[in-house]
């Protein structure tokens, strides 16, 4: 054997080296043969791995530990400059409402009809029998008093040389009447409506990556600016294309402010108060919806109502110098000396001393403020075995509520010719606001009293419900009503269909709304950006199936429907999934993230062994603290399956 023939050369019975080449005993090797000879002698001499480098020393628990030990020390909500901060993420919500609803004024479809001047010099007007009872926004055409009717048209009486307009949003004249978007130019109307929510879709998901990795401050405050110029060059816009162009990256920059303020409020606060914190920015933004019809009558031309939709955001450049990046952000990221400065810019603010730092907060910074930043991209959730899983089930929920939200608007308002539910343009837009509203204010209480995944099943099964029976229901009671002895009439299927739509678009509401609250709890802090910008990006997919069915004149509603009713059934088998984030701390970090699991959706009785393990019975297999796992190896009273042993 090798081991045998390499005795034999380097003589007798003398002790093997060991792997660093030194003797057993202390004492050196005499000089044996070199190591060509040993080879050219068949020795097989492995080259010895060597051992890697010691893994970097943990961070403090203390300072990873925000909720329990950073926030209490600065005060909570109970400091002024946090209630401060708190108020300052809530005033744009108005601006942000004015924006998100401009479309349903700048693009609607007025009532139009031909005028055409005889040999005299007389104008004489005759409406266009062919979209008479259109489908583009909304309501039929009814000729102006004085106006003839004729009894039947063609393509040709789209041939006019001046449209003249009625508009029924309270303006003067909006860019469909501006650019003759009528007749065969109606599609460019609703690719102006894809324009925008396009643009939010692809901010959500980019300006969320890079608020993960530069901070939410620095994306809040360029997106206002580009949204400044891009918002009131739209005012400027000399065509339908170059108005849609700005369109998308004004919804762009105008996603990046949602989000960043969004991931800001949750972070800002404490367990305790962050549902209702949010909620309170959402009826601030639907009061910019409720205020935008009066808005508008006032403004009169839709440059003007662009340019005064976008001003308000000015304001938010003094955001540079009042506003501060996010601390819960740079403890999470490891960026101890920014930090280090942030809580004393707190504390001064707050008029507080260093005797209130009972658990040793600022102490601990100063040991840990040499470390190197480490920050991390929503990519790594793919390594992950139950975060990745909860930001999908909730970016399908979003998607799902959004989705068929539009469905139950349109059998309320009837996807056939008819397309407003009382024909009056204020009366509409005032009950799905309405209904909006009601959502929320239900919220509250459901979300107190449920927790967020109750509450979430609770609105969602409100929501396969409404959309079944509708899908079903209805179609049982359009047969008998055509029986003759049925006693049932078309009026009775009408009623039954809008009362079916009224509880869907509520309860919709409700879930897409919950999704993307509940995605921002449980989504660490390292990668909320992201989690925040896959679940609104989902919802903006949602909201961009309405634009696509008006495009294609409502054909394949039904199946629509049926799709979005399936995915209804689905969601509310994989809410049961996800963990509870109720007066939870919020991961700061992945592996903070992947040790949020499921609990039973009602407690267990005293005594009663329960099904689920906890967290600390439960064995990591995502991978991310195997080195963890090595150095301190497996404890004396738990086996190898993760199981306490007894």
């Not at 402010?257 to 972070?267: D, G, K, M, P, T």
């Not at 209804?568 to 939870?584: A, D, F, G």
Request: a neutral charge; charged letters at 15%.
């Amino acid at each position: 054997m090798a081991i045998d023939r390499r005795r034999e050369a380097g003589g007798g019975g003398r002790p093997l080296p060991e792997e660093n080449g030194s003797v057993p005993g202390g004492t050196a090797s005499p000089p044996g043969p070199s190591p060509a000879n040993a080879v050219g002698a068949g020795a097989e001499i492995q080259a010895v791995p060597v051992p890697p480098p010691p893994p970097a020393a943990a961070c403090s628990p203390l300072l990873l530990d925000y909720d329990g030990s950073v926030l209490p020390f600065l005060g909570g909500l109970g400091g002024g400059y946090q209630r401060t901060l708190v108020l300052l993420t809530w005033v744009p919500a108005l601006f942000i409402g004015f924006s998100k609803f401009s479309d349903s004024f700048l693009l609607d479809q007025p009532d139009f009809w031909c005028r055409e001047a005889d040999g005299q010099g007389n104008w004489s007007g005759s409406l266009a029998p062919s979209h008479a009872n259109r489908s583009g926004n909304g309501s039929s055409i009814f000729p102006p008093p004085g106006l003839p009717t004729p009894a039947g048209g063609n393509a040709s009486e789209c041939d006019c040389h001046e449209w003249q307009y009625r508009i029924r949003a309270g303006l003067v004249q909006n860019v469909v009447s501006k650019w003759d978007l009528v007749c065969d130019s109606a599609w460019k109307v609703h690719i102006a409506k894809f324009s925008l929510l396009v643009g939010l879709i692809f901010g959500h998901l980019i300006t969320g990556c890079i608020a993960d990795w530069v901070g939410r401050r620095p994306v809040l405050l360029f997106s206002v600016i580009f949204i400044l110029i891009f918002g009131l060059t739209v005012a400027l816009s000399v065509n339908v294309t170059m108005f849609s162009t700005l369109r998308f990256f004004e919804g762009f920059c105008l996603a990046g402010i949602v989000l960043s303020l969004y991931a800001l409020r949750i972070e800002l606060c404490p367990p305790g108060h962050r549902f209702m914190i949010t909620m309170v920015a959402s009826f601030i933004e639907m009061a910019g919806q409720f205020l935008m019809p009066g808005l508008a009558a006032l403004c009169r031309d839709w440059q003007v109502l662009q340019a005064v939709i976008i001003c308000p955001f000015l304001l938010m450049l003094f955001y540079w110098v009042i506003f501060p990046e996010s601390l819960r952000w740079l403890m999470a990221t490891q960026q101890f000396e920014s930090s280090k400065e942030l809580i004393l810019q707190f504390m001064h603010k707050n008029s507080m001393n260093t005797e209130s730092d009972i658990k040793g907060v600022v102490p601990e910074l100063e040991k840990e403020i040499t470390r190197r930043p480490k920050k991390v991209c929503i990519v790594k959730v793919v390594g992950t075995r139950n975060l990745w899983k909860n930001i999908v089930v909730l970016c399908v929920n979003s998607l799902t509520g959004y989705g068929i939200h539009h469905c139950f608007a349109k059998s309320m308002m009837g996807h056939e010719a008819k397309m407003t539910i009382t024909q009056n343009f204020y009366a509409d837009y005032y009950i799905m606001a309405g209904i909006a509203l009601a959502s929320c204010l239900a919220m509250c209480p459901v979300v107190g009293f449920l927790g967020r995944r109750g509450g979430l099943l609770l609105f969602m099964i409100l929501t396969a419900l409404a959309s079944l029976l509708q899908l079903g229901l209805l179609n049982l009671i359009g047969k008998y009503s055509q029986l003759p002895d049925s006693g049932m009439s078309e009026s009775v299927k009408d009623k039954f269909s809008t009362a079916f739509s009224i509880v869907g678009m509520f309860s919709s509401h409700a879930v897409g709304s919950l999704s993307v609250f509940f995605c921002a709890e449980i989504t660490p802090t390292v990668i909320r950006g992201g989690g925040l910008g896959l679940v609104l990006a989902s919802a903006g997919f949602g909201r961009l199936t309405a634009p696509i069915m008006e495009l294609h004149n409502q054909k394949g509603y039904f199946l629509h429907h049926v799709i979005f009713a399936c995915c209804t059934l689905i969601c509310i088998i994989c809410i049961l999934l996800l963990p509870e984030s109720k007066n939870q701390n919020l991961p700061e970090n992945i592996p903070d993230g992947e040790h949020y699991t499921r609990q039973p959706l009602l407690p267990h009785k005293k005594g009663e062994q329960p099904l689920l393990l906890t967290n600390s019975e439960l064995k990591d297999y995502s991978g991310l603290h195997d080195s963890a796992a090595v150095s301190d190896g497996i404890s004396e009273n738990t086996t190898a399956n993760g199981m306490k042993s007894m």
